[in-house]
C-alpha cells in the first residue's frame, strides 16, 4: 500500500469499499506487543491520568449496584417500634412517591440479630453478608435529593439530576489512568436478563474523553463483541489491515483534534489487539478452584449467574482494572409490591456471591486495596404499598463499604424510629462521592475537567467531608 502516503481516499469512502476486508473492531498493530505488568498503587501509564493527590488508601473499585432501592428496614435498619405499630397509621408527614396507594405501617417480617464481634444487627435474609459484617462500614444515613429512579440514579453515579454527566467510575479512571494496558481501566459486567433502568447512562463518560466511559461485557460466549479475527485472515494481512486503518483515522483525528470519541475509538483499537489474549483468559474461571466456585455460589442455579460476575470482578481487578461495575437486569429492588417475596429471590441470588467477593479478595491480600460497594439509589417508606409493597424514599437508605481503608466492623448514622428519615451522621450522596475519591487519593475539588468554560466535577460543590474521612476510613 505504497500509494496510500501519496493517495488518502475520504475515510467514509474507504471505510465503504473496505469493510467485507476489515470486519470487525480493528486492532491496531500492537499484537505482538508484550502484556504489561501491574503498576504500584495509585501509579498509571495513562498520559491523560492526573495521578493521585494525597496518599492513597485504594486503587481499585468493585461496585454492585443494586437498581431499584433496596428496602433498609428488612435488610440493615432494624426498627423494633415499626414492629410495635405495625398496621397502625403514621402519624406525621410522609413523602409519597404514589399517594393514592398509601397504607399503615408495614413492620418488617424478616427478623434482626447481632452479627460477628462487632454486634451489627443484620436481617435473617443475609446470613453470608453476617459472616463478613466484621469487614464492613454499613451506612445506615444516606440521603438522595431525588424520589424518582432515573434521576436518583443519576445522582448516585454522576452527582448531577441531569444525563450526560460523567459518572464516577469516569472520574476514578480520569484521575488514576490505567495499570494494565491489556484491559480496558473501567469494565461494566451486565446481567444476561438485559439492561438496568437508564441503561449505558449508568456508566457514561458524559464531557470527559470518551475514553473514560465503561467497557460493557456482555455475558455469553462473546462478551466483547467484533474481537476475534475473522476466520481465513492470517495474523501478517490482519496486522498490515490495521495499521492501514490506524494511519487512516491519525491523518482524519489530525483534522479534527478535539473529537474524543475518535481519539477513544483509536485508543480502543489499540486495547482491543492486546484484549484479544488477555480477555478470554481473564474469563477462563476453569483456572479456579472447585472450592472457590462453591464460595460464590456457582454450584447453585440460584447464585450461580451473579457469582460468576462476581468472581469474574475479582478476576478483573486482580489483573489491574481501576473500576468493576455490577447491574442488575430493570430495577429488581423496586419493591412496589411482594416487597417480602422479593427481597427473598433477590438475596437468595446476591448474598452469597457479594459476601464470597469480599472473602476472596481479603484472603488474596486484595481487600485494603479495593473497595467494594453493595447499594442502590435510595430506600424505602416504612408504611405499605398496597398489601405487602413498600414506595420510595429518599431520606433514608442503607449501604455498605468493605476494603479500601474503610472501617472494618463499623456502623455509621442513625435514621428515626420508622427508618423514614436519617436523623444522626447524615451521608448525602456528595459526601459519599467525596470519602470514595479520597480513600483513592483524590481530593474532590481537585479533580476537575473544563465543561462549558468551567472547572466541573463530580461534586460541584465544597462539603464537610472532613467530618466523614474521619469516622469512615481507618
Known amino acids: 500500500m505504497h500509494c496510500a502516503e501519496h493517495f488518502l481516499p475520504n475515510r467514509r469512502a474507504f471505510l465503504s469499499y473496505s469493510a467485507g476486508n476489515l470486519g470487525g473492531l480493528a486492532l491496531a498493530h500492537l499484537l505482538n506487543q508484550e502484556r504489561a505488568s501491574a503498576a504500584p498503587l495509585g501509579s498509571s501509564s495513562s498520559p491523560l491520568a492526573l495521578g493521585t493527590h494525597h496518599p492513597a488508601r485504594a486503587d481499585a473499585v468493585i461496585s454492585l449496584f443494586q437498581h431499584g432501592g433496596p428496602s433498609q428496614m428488612d435488610l440493615f435498619d432494624p426498627k423494633p417500634e415499626l414492629t410495635k405499630y405495625d398496621g397502625k397509621p403514621y402519624e406525621g408527614d410522609l413523602e409519597i412517591h404514589f399517594p393514592g396507594q398509601k397504607g399503615n405501617l408495614l413492620a418488617s417480617p424478616f427478623k434482626f440479630e447481632p452479627r460477628g464481634e462487632s454486634g451489627i444487627e443484620l436481617s435473617d435474609l443475609l446470613p453470608h453478608t453476617a459472616t463478613i459484617v466484621d469487614d464492613l462500614t454499613l ?151 472447585e472450592a472457590t466456585k462453591a464460595m460464590y455460589g456457582l454450584d447453585n442455579p440460584a447464585t450461580a449467574e451473579y457469582g460468576t460476575r462476581c468472581l469474574i470482578a475479582r478476576r478483573l481487578v486482580e489483573r489491574g482494572v481501576r473500576f468493576v461495575q455490577l447491574f442488575l437486569a430493570g430495577q429488581p429492588w423496586d419493591t412496589h409490591s411482594n416487597n417480602a417475596a422479593t427481597l427473598k429471590s433477590l438475596c437468595a441470588r446476591s448474598d452469597q456471591p457479594s459476601a464470597a467477593l469480599v472473602r476472596d479478595l481479603k484472603q488474596r491480600g486484595l481487600l485494603d486495596r479495593t473497595i467494594v460497594m453493595w447499594g442502590g439509589e435510595f430506600g424505602r417508606l416504612p408504611v405499605s404499598q398496597g398489601k405487602d409493597g413498600r414506595d420510595h424514599n429518599r431520606h433514608a437508605n442503607s449501604l455498605w463499604l468493605a476494603g479500601g481503608g474503610f472501617k472494618a466492623g463499623y456502623c455509621h448514622g442513625q435514621t428515626d424510629d420508622f427508618s423514614y428519615k436519617a436523623v444522626q451522621d447524615v451521608v448525602t450522596v456528595h459526601d459519599l462521592h467525596a470519602t470514595l475519591l479520597h480513600a483513592l487519593g483524590l481530593d474532590h475539588k481537585k479533580l476537575t475537567y473544563p465543561h462549558n468554560g468551567l472547572p466541573g466535577s463530580l461534586t460541584d460543590i465544597a462539603i464537610t467531608k472532613a467530618e466523614l474521612e474521619p469516622r469512615l476510613l481507618r
Do not use: C
Not at 453515579?157 to 464516577?168: E, I
Open 139 to 289: 451506612i445506615r444515613s444516606v440521603t438522595t435529593e431525588s424520589v424518582d429512579h432515573e434521576s436518583a440514579l443519576r445522582l448516585i453515579h454522576s452527582g448531577k439530576f441531569q444525563a450526560g454527566y460523567p459518572t464516577w467510575g469516569s472520574w476514578v479512571t480520569y484521575g488514576l489512568g490505567t495499570v494494565n494496558q491489556n484491559l480496558p481501566a473501567y469494565v461494566v459486567l451486565t446481567d444476561p436478563g438485559g439492561m438496568p433502568v437508564d441503561s449505558v447512562r449508568n456508566w457514561t463518560a458524559g464531557w470527559l474523553p470518551a475514553a473514560y466511559q465503561g467497557t460493557a461485557f456482555r455475558p455469553g460466549a462473546t462478551p466483547v463483541p467484533n474481537l476475534a479475527t475473522p476466520a481465513g485472515i492470517t495474523p501478517g494481512a490482519r496486522a498490515r489491515q490495521l495499521e492501514l486503518l490506524e494511519s487512516l483515522n491519525k491523518t482524519h483525528l489530525r483534522s479534527y483534534p478535539n473529537n474524543t470519541e475518535l481519539a477513544a475509538r483509536i485508543n480502543n483499537f489499540e486495547i482491543a489487539a492486546r484484549m484479544q489474549a488477555t480477555v478470554p483468559e481473564a474469563l477462563d474461571l476453569s483456572q479456579e478452584t
